[in-house]
């Protein structure tokens, strides 16, 4: 897949994947407001019956004597007022038509029939009935104004609820009922407020005064219809809850959240893939082409070394001879090491793979691979420095495996060095395992890639520092090698300073 396609896709899935969220969560704003919203109006109702509740209770149950005074009055009103609506009702046809009748401004004004309209006996008997309980009202009202007018020694009609008197025990007992009733199910703290003292009257157990004070569940205590006097109010406060929603909502805003995260996964898990099929791709391409670089280089020399050996002049002079042969001799030799390196890891790939252990001597395997990289280190100016303890204990060992893994990490230790290689090998033994130890004092190998550097066609991509070319499969091999044999492996190294790959291998 193109890289560009690749981009475009990822950015269609991440534009959908946050158009999915936004809209997921705006879903779930709405459904928590009008869970609010409803919540809102269930305590409102449960509010509403516990003032009418109170309403059909003995008044003298919760009020005072000034208070009983007041609502005496107001019952009167609501009397009158209840009369009035039933002669409207009665004569519906007269007082809702405007041609004929005509009200005053406030509710406390007459009604006239409208000047040159003719009434019949009964209308004009309906408006003189409706005029007199008016009367009668607006005169009961003027009452009580005259009594709140006139001072401290009479009753106060506005603050006639003796608050002392309030039965706050039954109050909150029916507000926790109510409540329960109207489906609210969180436990309330409830509070009496007065106004305007801002003090609480009473307060529910384990409720916190602040909260009550300053809640938005405050309603102007009125049983009775009494016209809200403002001073006394009922306050609720709930605790803090997670979230207003239903379960129901819950569960699907859980479901589709889990199911985004899930695809969200997916397409990742999916990208990765790709990407790493990518990578996988070029690894294959970069190999063929170090492959064919690799065995055209040594042919090409071998050949050159071959057309000069036929050249009498040439081979006249044993010296010169001498190291044409060398250098066809070199070019095989890593030929031969190459293509054996890749047939064993692949060979190594296959399930049926076995090895054929027997008695080794690793100081030995490690003399013999040293021998191999005389040339190679003559001509580098390089050195090889070897610590050979004793293994105390039988190694046994693919003696074949073990020498192309030696083999392998001392090609490295040279191969990745940009100054003259000086590379140190130790052996020893150390509680039931063998341990190999090489150091070179080459380019040094970084953290991010150390983590991959066993994979087999990993590269260091180390641009222009070096063009040592390779396949990314000799620490593949080596890697292999050494679990077959039950071992292990580690490596630390500093960039700059050089690498120490430590290989332990079980004793018997
Ligand atoms: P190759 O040498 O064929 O590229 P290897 O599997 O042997 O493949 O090594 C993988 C990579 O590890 C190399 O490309 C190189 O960058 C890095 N590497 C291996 N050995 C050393 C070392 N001794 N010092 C620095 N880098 C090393």
Do not use: W
């Amino acid at each position: 897949m193109k890289r560009h396609l690749l981009l475009l896709l990822s950015t269609i899935f991440a534009l959908a994947s946050i158009s999915l969220i936004i809209i997921q969560i705006s879903q779930t704003k709405k459904s928590v407001k009008i869970s609010e919203n409803l919540f809102n109006i269930s305590v409102n109702n449960a509010i509403d019956e516990v003032f009418s509740q109170l309403d059909q209770m003995k008044v003298e149950d919760y009020v005072s004597q000034t208070e009983r005074y007041r609502l005496q009055r107001y019952r009167r009103i609501d009397d009158l007022n209840e009369k009035m609506q039933d002669i409207i009702r009665q004569n519906s046809e007269l007082f809702y038509d405007e041609q004929r009748v005509m009200f005053g401004i406030s509710t406390q004004d007459s009604a006239f029939a409208q000047p040159g309209i003719h009434l019949s006996s009964v209308e004009e008997n309906a408006l003189t009935q409706y005029n007199t309980l008016l009367n009668a009202r607006n005169r009961l009202i003027g009452t009580i104004r005259n009594t709140k007018s006139r001072g401290n020694n009479s009753i106060d009609i506005d603050n006639a609820i003796d608050a002392s008197k309030l039965n706050f025990p039954l109050l909150d007992s029916l507000i926790r009922e109510e409540l329960i009733i109207n489906g609210v199910d969180i436990t309330p703290h409830i509070g009496v407020l007065l106004a305007d003292a801002d003090t609480l009257l009473y307060c529910s157990t384990s409720a916190n005064p602040d909260d009550l004070l300053n809640t938005a569940y405050k309603y102007s205590f009125h049983p009775h219809g009494i016209t809200p006097d403002e001073s006394l109010f009922v306050v609720l406060s709930f605790p803090p809850t997670p979230m207003l929603l239903s379960s129901d909502t819950n569960l699907y805003t859980l479901i589709s959240l889990f199911m985004i995260l899930l695809i969200s996964l997916l397409f990742i898990f999916s990208l990765r893939t790709i990407y790493s099929q990518r990578k996988l791709d070029e690894m294959k391409t970069d190999f063929i082409n170090n492959m064919t670089h690799e065995i055209k280089t040594p042919i090409a020399t071998i050949s050159l070394a071959c057309e000069m050996l036929e050249d009498e002049s040439v081979t006249s002079d044993s010296a010169t001879r001498l190291n044409f042969i060398n250098i066809i001799s070199d070019e095989n030799r890593r030929m031969r090491i190459l293509i054996e390196t890749l047939l064993q890891s692949a060979k190594m790939s296959r399930k049926n793979f076995a090895l054929n252990p027997k008695e080794i001597d690793l100081n030995s395997l490690v003399l013999a691979s040293i021998q191999n990289f005389k040339l190679t280190l003559q001509n580098r100016h390089g050195t090889i420095e070897t610590h050979l303890g004793d293994i105390n204990g039988t190694l046994y060992a693919d003696d074949l495996h073990i020498s192309n893994m030696l083999h392998n990490l001392i090609d490295n230790a040279i191969k990745y060095s940009d100054r003259e290689p000086h590379i140190t090998i130790t052996t020893r033994t150390e509680p039931g395992v063998a341990i190999f130890e090489i150091t070179d004092n080459g380019i040094g190998i970084a953290k991010e890639d150390q983590k991959h550097i066993f994979e087999k066609f990993y590269r260091v991509s180390t641009g222009d520092v070096h063009n040592v070319k390779g396949f990314g499969i000799g620490l593949n091999y080596v890697s292999q090698v050494v679990a077959l044999h039950k071992g292990k492996i580690s490596l630390t190294s500093e960039p700059g300073q050089g690498s120490t790959f430590t290989i332990s291998l079980p004793l018997e």
